[in-house]
T-cell receptor, first 113, second 110 residues
Framework: GAGVSQSPSNKVTEKGKDVELRCDPI?????LYWYRQSLGQGLEFLIY????????KSGLPSDRFSAERTGGSVSTLTIQRTQQEDSAVYLC???????????FGAGSRLTVL | QQPVQSPQAVILREGEDAVINCSSS?????VHWYRQKHGEAPVFLMI?????EQKGHEKISASFNEKKQQSSLYLTASQLSYSGTYFC???????????FGKGTRLSVIA
């Protein structure tokens, strides 16, 4: 597609439920990032995929968070047993190569009640 | 390691200048600057790959002091359209992820 597509745009869930957030990067982009942005906060790095290399998971805040990228394209971020502090906007970004310009998606706003 | 970014917020009148600073405790491979307007996704401004390099984007420019592990963003003759949150991002090597600072909220008023 022309840009990075994320879905859902908004998700409201109850504490303890699992959620999946999807990112469809720009075609041909080999690098894909997930960031989290809490209200008024910065861009918190979560995970980084680069080509066929093992992902850099150093930013995942707990073992409730996981992500995968199938076929080097679409990525899914999964949050298990959601907590209220997980409420945030989850942003996905992709680039042609790791060092290049990131194009961000519009984000998925997660609200945990 | 997250860049240390300052100031946290700044208010300018149209036509005034501002400087946003970012520093790292580790050696840097590249510096990236993004701007995020309210309710929108961050947008790329510029990338600096060499120590001492300066790049410009209209009236917005940046420097990268590799030795001091610092970068600064310069906004001159600010316009209302410059309002937003500015993020610096650092990579420590070609294989490490891009990690952003907490951002600087810039408000330009008439």
């Amino acid at each position: 597609g022309a840009g990075v597509s994320q879905s859902p745009s908004n998700k409201v869930t109850e504490k303890g439920k699992d959620v999946e957030l999807r990112c469809d990067p720009i075609s041909g982009h080999t690098a894909l990032y997930w960031y989290r942005q809490s209200l008024g906060q910065g861009l918190e790095f979560l995970i980084y995929f680069q080509g066929n290399s093992a992902p850099d998971k150093s930013g995942l805040p707990s073992d409730r968070f996981s992500a995968e990228r199938t076929g080097g394209s679409v990525s899914t971020l999964t949050i298990q047993r959601t907590q209220q502090e997980d409420s945030a906007v989850y942003l996905c970004a992709s680039s042609l190569r790791g060092a290049n310009v990131l194009t961000f998606g519009a984000g998925s706003r997660l609200t945990v009640l | 390691q997250q860049p240390v970014q300052s100031p946290q917020a700044v208010i300018l009148r149209e036509g005034e200048d501002a400087v946003i600073n970012c520093s790292s405790s580790k050696a840097l491979y590249s510096v990236h600057w993004y701007r995020q307007k309210h309710g929108e996704a961050p947008v790329f401004l510029m990338i600096l790959l060499k120590g001492g390099e300066q790049k410009g984007h209209e009236k917005i420019s940046a420097s990268f002091n590799e030795k001091k592990q610092q970068s600064s963003l310069y906004l001159t003759a600010s316009q209302l359209s410059y309002s937003g949150t500015y993020f610096c991002g650092f990579r420590n090597s070609g294989n490490t992820p891009l990690v952003f600072g907490k951002g600087t909220r810039l408000s330009v008023i008439a």
